[in-house]
């Protein structure tokens, strides 16, 4: 069974940062495709970063300069890094994971890659 848990959120000024992590189970990471995704009220979710089975990565442009993607395939843990945090930021913060072709990017910041998602973590921006 795939498992999905995010942490890693909090409230933060702008200008600051926050690390969010996503661990995984009952796959390995290395074999999926891992996004981050946000969504904030009244809006519609959005791909941020995403991860490929070739650690291609793509970004939303957005949080291009930003934010991080990363994942350590020991720990099954997948991060994102995120710097020059701004109010525009605030959402909640999901993971999301599925098995996915090699060569695949655009498609890694889509929610119709994914299914399999986490509960999400909530990041708060104030300016």
């Known amino acids: 069974q795939v498992q999905l848990v995010e942490s890693g959120g909090g409230s933060v000024q702008s200008g600051g940062s926050l690390r969010l992590s996503c661990a995984v189970s009952?796959?390995?990471?290395?074999?999926?495709?891992m996004g981050w995704f946000r969504q904030a009220p009244g809006k519609e979710r959005e791909g941020v970063a995403g991860i490929g089975r070739d650690g291609r990565i793509r970004y939303a442009d957005s949080v291009k300069g930003r934010f991080t993607i990363s994942q350590d395939n020991a720990k099954s843990i997948v991060y994102l890094q995120m710097d020059s945090l701004e109010s525009e930021d605030t959402a909640m913060y999901y993971c999301?994971?599925?098995?996915?072709?090699?060569?695949?990017?655009?498609?890694?910041?889509?929610?119709?890659?994914?299914?399999?998602w986490g509960q999400g973590t909530q990041v708060t921006v104030s300016s």
């Open positions: 009952g796959y390995t990471t290395s074999s999926y495709c």
């Open positions: 999301a994971a599925d098995r996915c072709v090699l060569g695949l990017e655009l498609g890694l910041v889509r929610s119709s890659t994914y299914a399999y």
